[in-house]
């Protein structure tokens, strides 16, 4: 049983990081703590990773309980390559990125003009070379 545990438990782990790193909840965080204090943000991204983890063990448990395996490995396959192939279309047709961006670039050019005093196009330089 030791072995199991501590297999399950690398497994888990090494797809958790694997699969949250470069995620979408990875950069909103990292952009909510440049915003607020670190440590309201980490208390926050920590409960809701505990919530999910919960959530999603549970349903871990009691699936195999209401659906037989045969049905989950077919769900769970048709899920995998539904998420996946909206995943490839959101990257290729990226509809209103431009728009975030442009937004993302003012508020960001208007922040560090009003922490620096310096003019539009200055922060456009220094913002180009970061």
Known sequence: MGLSLIEGFTKSLAMTVLSEIGDKTFFAAAILAMRHPRKLVLSGCLTALIVMTIL???????????VSRRWSHHLTTV???????????????????????????????????????????????IWHLI
């Open 79 to 125: 899920l995998f390559f539904g998420f996946g192939l909206w995943s490839l279309w959101e990257g290729f047709t990226e509809e209103g990125e431009a728009e975030e961006l442009k937004e993302v670039e003012a508020k960001l050019n208007a922040d560090w003009k009003a922490e620096t005093g310096s003019s539009k196009g200055d922060s456009k330089v």
């Open 56 to 66: 999603s063990a549970s349903l871990g448990w009691a699936a195999p309980n209401l």
